[in-house]
Nanobody, 120 residues
């Protein structure tokens, strides 16, 4: 069974920084794309950043130049470094990992979500 565990959310002032982590554990055969999504109250979930196994990245326009996604393949972990945070970044952040478990079928897995609040 595969599990994703997120950490790193919290309350930060505008202009501050946070680093989110998401570690995948269990019987994992191959990890493909890793990404982060967020959902603010009353809004649809949106993809924030995406990192393929080949190293290609994509960011939603609103976070370009401020957020950086990275991965540690040895630890099956994806990170989201968030700098110069703005109040509009306030949301629950979810990690998403596309993987194939040992003896299983390739599909998306989701973390439990972590709250990020940007406020003075």
């Amino acid at each position: 069974q595969v599990q994703l565990v997120e950490s790193g959310g919290g309350l930060v002032q505008p202009g501050g920084s946070l680093r989110l982590s998401c570690a995948a554990s269990g019987r994992i055969l191959v990890i493909y794309t890793m990404g982060w999504y967020r959902q603010a109250p009353g809004k649809q979930r949106e993809q924030v950043a995406r990192l393929t196994s080949g190293g290609s990245t994509n960011y939603v326009a609103s976070v370009k130049g401020r957020f950086t996604i990275s991965r540690d393949n040895a630890k099956n972990t994806v990170y989201l470094q968030m700098d110069n945070l703005k109040p509009e970044d306030t949301a629950v952040y979810y990690c998403n990992i596309d993987l194939t478990p040992i003896g299983g079928v390739r599909r998306d897995y989701w973390g439990q979500g972590t709250q990020v609040t940007v406020s003075s």
